[in-house]
């Protein structure tokens, strides 16, 4: 029995030694290891998250995503969504944004649009069609010191006015203060290389800090409505939000503090401070309640430097035909799963041709033909509305019908009976910033997705972005994956249903809803279904390099250039 146990005993001891020897090599290989991150905008080097950690203005933030599993009621949520731990280490990897090396304690250490310079590498006389351009961003703070750090958000495009042509810039932050830029030179003709600095590294750590820490600087509000003394009608309005540890809600919490609206299918619990004189049961409408600022007076000055266009290269870049070609074909058929490269396409007089797959341009003729015998049930923000719109301007015999809800945020309907053609439109559940709307209207996307039959005849096009952008990603996270696995019910008992994800658009510049916290939501959005069999129509490209004025509803040119490639989504050939 003794030597059994002294079996025992060093079989044991073996395995804790083992155990920590492979976890000691495995830290040093994780220590020495720079991964490539191919996602939404940009392929960036970056080393292991767990690893990193940055300090700015006094504030400690971490450089990696927040997303850790740290119980088992989020490690059990992940599951349960099919999700396991090498998906989640890409999420972090995809979610992941360099930063500062060290405290920035004043505003000249940030990046300076004005020094900062990029120029062409090896610019040749000519380039044929398809050819690849290499252009060098060389980042500098106030003082014309050169940084010595990543973490700047650039964007970087190609373009030539007078043929309305452009495409959209790889950029790849090479962690030193140095930023490469990749072009695909995809027309015959002329070009010129634009860059602008959208945030600098020492703001993106600011949009980092507000999101984590300050998610009610957008509120809304909740209408009471409910009878009273002598047939009055009682009304109150009290402040709502989503239930996070970090926003005003929770700093009231009492044992009858708040209402809870708790959905029984998705989890997710809205907020509102208890009315004085009604029920919870008397809530009636939701709307938008006002924004707080809460910047400082540093933080304002590092976000005013925002969508700077940077001084470098104007050098011309001649492009000229390759075996008579004059732009670049694209003969794969449209299907589900396709990937999404960079760029995504590009704009001619003003025309999108996309890279994705091979895709066509609508007649109003050919759009009544591909939508016939459709039931099209759209949900998201204001710029799937526009989608909406769109189509019912496009085909004469779809008629909007007016169902006495509020416009912005629906639901929407519009009926062709002579092509059997239904429209639907719906924004998704709160949060959302609209204007007062019944709270019974505002239906969360996994749940409408739950209730449909689904079938070749039908298609659900939906999107998320805007009204995400002032809360944590964890948040989102759980929304998009709860949306992912009803989306993956939905193909499973009707596998011939055409599903379309729309991507966020460039617009917003702010701390309510920048441009990076979109870019960080498209990418968790790719990799949330990236294998699900889903269309993704990436609008993110098509807004940042056009010639127009970025705006958060893209103008008519943009629009017809996107239902081009969702009708050729829905009906490719």
């Given at each position: 029995?003794?030597?059994?146990?002294?079996?025992?005993?060093?079989?044991?001891?073996?395995?804790?030694?083992?155990?920590?020897?492979?976890?000691?090599?495995?830290?040093?290989?994780?220590?020495?290891?720079v991964?490539?991150?191919?996602?939404?905008?940009?392929?960036?080097?970056?080393?292991?998250?767990s690893?990193?950690?940055?300090?700015?203005?006094?504030?400690?933030?971490?450089?990696?995503?927040?997303?850790?599993?740290?119980?088992?009621?989020?490690?059990?949520?992940?599951?349960?969504?099919?999700?396991?731990?090498?998906?989640?280490?890409?999420?972090?990897?995809?979610?992941?944004?360099?930063?500062?090396?060290?405290?920035?304690?004043?505003?000249?250490?940030?990046?300076?649009?004005?020094?900062?310079?990029?120029?062409?590498?090896?610019?040749?006389?000519?380039?044929?069609?398809?050819?690849?351009?290499?252009?060098?961003?060389h980042?500098?703070?106030?003082?014309?010191?050169?940084?010595?750090?990543?973490?700047?958000?650039?964007q970087?495009?190609?373009?030539?006015?007078?043929?309305?042509?452009?495409?959209?810039?790889?950029?790849?932050?090479?962690?030193?203060?140095?930023?490469?830029?990749?072009?695909?030179?995809?027309?015959?003709?002329e070009?010129?290389?634009?860059?602008?600095?959208?945030?600098?590294?020492?703001?993106?750590?600011?949009?980092?800090?507000?999101?984590?820490?300050?998610?009610?600087?957008?509120?809304?509000?909740?209408?009471?409505?409910?009878?009273?003394?002598?047939?009055?009608?009682?009304?109150e309005?009290?402040?709502?939000?989503?239930?996070?540890?970090?926003?005003?809600?929770?700093?009231?919490?009492?044992?009858?503090?708040?209402?809870?609206?708790?959905?029984?299918?998705?989890?997710?619990?809205?907020?509102?401070?208890?009315?004085?004189?009604?029920?919870?049961?008397?809530?009636?409408?939701?709307?938008?309640?006002?924004?707080?600022?809460?910047?400082?007076?540093?933080?304002?000055?590092?976000?005013?430097?925002t969508?700077?266009?940077?001084?470098?290269?104007?050098?011309?870049?001649?492009?000229?035909?390759?075996?008579?070609?004059?732009?670049?074909?694209?003969?794969?058929?449209?299907?589900?799963?396709?990937?999404?490269?960079?760029?995504?396409?590009?704009?001619?007089?003003?025309?999108?041709?996309?890279?994705?797959?091979?895709?066509?341009?609508?007649?109003?003729?050919?759009?009544?033909?591909?939508?016939?015998?459709?039931?099209?049930?759209?949900?998201?923000?204001?710029?799937?509305?526009?989608?909406?719109?769109?189509?019912?301007?496009?085909?004469?015999?779809?008629?909007?019908?007016?169902?006495?809800?509020?416009?912005?945020?629906?639901?929407?309907?519009a009926?062709?009976?002579?092509?059997?053609?239904?429209?639907?439109?719906?924004?998704?559940?709160?949060?959302?910033?609209?204007?007062?709307?019944?709270?019974?209207?505002?239906?969360?996307?996994?749940?409408?997705?739950?209730?449909?039959?689904?079938?070749?005849?039908?298609?659900?096009?939906?999107?998320?972005?805007?009204?995400?952008?002032?809360?944590?990603?964890?948040?989102?996270?759980?929304?998009?994956?709860?949306?992912?696995?009803?989306?993956?019910?939905?193909?499973?008992?009707?596998p011939?249903?055409?599903?379309?994800?729309?991507?966020?658009?460039?617009?917003?510049?702010?701390?309510?809803?920048?441009?990076?916290?979109?870019?960080?939501?498209n990418?968790?959005?790719y990799?949330?279904?990236?294998?699900?069999?889903?269309?993704?129509?990436?609008?993110?490209?098509?807004?940042?390099?056009?010639?127009?004025?970025?705006?958060?509803?893209?103008?008519?040119?943009?629009?017809?250039?996107?239902?081009?490639?969702?009708?050729?989504?829905?009906?490719?050939?």
């Amino acid at each position: 029995m003794e030597l059994e146990t002294r079996k025992k005993h060093f079989h044991r001891e073996r395995s804790h030694l083992w155990k920590f020897f492979m976890g000691l090599c495995l830290l040093v290989i994780m220590s020495c290891l720079v991964v490539w991150s191919y996602t939404g905008n940009e392929r960036k080097i970056h080393l292991p998250p767990s690893f990193l950690s940055l300090h700015f203005a006094g504030i400690s933030t971490n450089s990696t995503s927040p997303l850790v599993l740290s119980s088992e009621e989020s490690s059990s949520f992940y599951s349960e969504k099919g999700i396991n731990l090498d998906d989640y280490s890409r999420l972090q990897q995809d979610v992941y944004w360099a930063g500062p090396d060290r405290p920035i304690t004043n505003v000249y250490m940030s990046t300076s649009p004005d020094r900062t310079k990029f120029i062409i590498q090896n610019l040749k006389e000519s380039y044929q069609i398809g050819e690849e351009l290499y252009v060098t961003v060389h980042a500098k703070d106030f003082d014309n010191k050169s940084k010595r750090y990543g973490g700047d958000f650039f964007q970087a495009k190609l373009f030539w006015s007078k043929t309305k042509a452009s495409v959209f810039g790889e950029v790849v932050d090479l962690l030193n203060g140095s930023y490469s830029v990749r072009f695909l030179l995809p027309w015959v003709g002329e070009a010129q290389v634009a860059v602008r600095l959208i945030h600098s590294s020492e703001a993106v750590q600011v949009l980092k800090h507000h999101r984590e820490t300050d998610s009610d600087r957008v509120f809304f509000n909740g209408y009471y409505e409910g009878p009273g003394p002598n047939k009055t009608r009682l009304s109150e309005t009290v402040m709502c939000n989503v239930k996070r540890d970090n926003n005003e809600l929770e700093h009231l919490e009492t044992k009858d503090c708040c209402c809870e609206y708790n959905d029984p299918r998705t989890g997710e619990t809205w907020r509102c401070q208890r009315p004085k004189s009604l029920p919870c049961s008397a809530l009636v409408y939701h709307s938008m309640g006002g924004y707080r600022n809460r910047l400082t007076k540093k933080e304002k000055i590092l976000l005013k430097q925002t969508n700077k266009g940077i001084n470098g290269d104007k050098r011309i870049i001649k492009i000229v035909h390759s075996e008579g070609n004059e732009t670049i074909d694209v003969p794969e058929k449209c299907h589900p799963g396709l990937h999404t490269p960079i760029p995504a396409g590009f704009y001619l007089n003003d025309v999108w041709t996309s890279f994705v797959c091979h895709t066509r341009h609508f007649t109003t003729q050919t759009t009544t033909e591909c939508l016939k015998d459709k039931h099209i049930h759209m949900m998201g923000d204001s710029t799937t509305r526009q989608w909406f719109e769109f189509f019912v301007k496009a085909i004469p015999t779809l008629k909007q019908m007016n169902l006495h809800v509020q416009y912005k945020s629906g639901p929407l309907i519009a009926v062709d009976v002579n092509n059997n053609i239904d429209l639907h439109w719906r924004s998704h559940g709160v949060p959302v910033r609209t204007p007062k709307t019944a709270f019974a209207d505002l239906h969360y996307i996994s749940n409408e997705i739950d209730d449909l039959a689904g079938g070749s005849h039908t298609v659900i096009i939906f999107n998320l972005g805007p009204h995400f952008t002032t809360y944590p990603l964890d948040f989102f996270i759980h929304r998009v994956l709860r949306i992912r696995k009803a989306v993956l019910a939905l193909l499973q008992r009707a596998p011939d249903t055409t599903v379309i994800i729309k991507t966020a658009n460039t617009g917003y510049k702010d701390i309510f809803g920048s441009d990076w916290y979109s870019l960080q939501l498209n990418r968790i959005l790719y990799w949330a279904f990236q294998d699900v069999g889903v269309y993704i129509v990436d609008v993110w490209q098509m807004t940042a390099c056009h010639y127009s004025k970025e705006n958060i509803h893209p103008g008519p040119k943009i629009i017809k250039n996107e239902i081009d490639i969702l009708l050729s989504f829905i009906c490719p050939y």
